[in-house]
């Protein structure tokens, strides 16, 4: 059995279509676990209609306290062999469930990852084409890779990313792995601890998961928690160095790369920032300043290994030759144009 663990936290939206999504599944051996993570909405009440309907749907309920304290709480009370995870926003393709079981029943693997298809609308996401796209495959290319390989890859973000969804896992990977309530990118965060514990990976070239794209205007907006990504992936590369120092440097790289983002994110909204007066807004300003000279020392104390790294990405040697062609405010000046 599969239990698709699913926080919900004031969802009215698009949660119906999330849950129509896993009834519609092509393979039925699962189990629907809803995490009410506090909904003020009529999110409850999409839920209990579900229950309602089977006793494969199970319903929980927790105070506010984040998308990772509800993964958290479904991962608890799961009963099935293998795990997936479903927001609440997004919907599975039919054929999800029955490719990745397929694949994880015919090879043994410990973890199978799929094709995550990014699609940026208010509308049903099943009326598109991707989410009746293989009901009737049954040969499809997969590729194998180790614990290790598996974990460079997403550390050097080639070919297998670092979302929790999407993907299969057996769940005795989880026996001893949670996600962390202190910080954002939870998924980054648990998803290379997952991967190392694995013996046997496989990714699949058919997608699996559809993702309702955030707007433009989220994904180029600098927060302070957005910041999270800087300790996260610090946590990564202190745990790499000194259990499996052979992905250091493929964590450093991460580490880089995510130095570069925050570092452009403050620049691109650096007007904003200025135009902040309030006693809150100024501290918020101050912080981000702060935090831009944290990123550029960083940078700097990195970009050299990465620059002589074949299994850097283009896009990161780019910014590297920037930074060394035009310092900090080259960099910055470039992020306003591009982010």
Known sequence: MVSIIVPVYNAEKYLQEA???VFMQAYTDWELILVNDGSTDSSMKICEKAARKTSRV??????NQGVSAARNTGLKYARGNHITFLDADDVLPMSSLSLMMDCAKTSNADIVCGKIKEIATEHSLLTTSYFYRDLNTRFYR???YTSIKGVRKMLYQSRIDNSVCGK???ASLWKDIRFPTDTRYEDLAVAPLLFINADKIKVMRKTTYIYRQQPESYVHTFTLQRSDVLTVTSRLTDFFTHNYPSLARAARARQLNANF???GLIAANSDRLNDENSATQQSEKDKAMLLSASCWNKIKELRGEA???PSVRMKTKIGILISYIG???LYEKISRRVY
Not at 58 to 63: L, R, V
């Open 168 to 170: 299969l896992y057996k």
């Open 19 to 21: 849950i129509d999504s």
């Open 142 to 144: 997969v590729s194998s």
């Open 327 to 329: 310092g900090k405010s």
């Open 58 to 63: 199970k319903i929980f309920h927790t105070p």
């Open 261 to 263: 983002n925050i570092l």
């Open 307 to 309: 620059l002589r790294n």
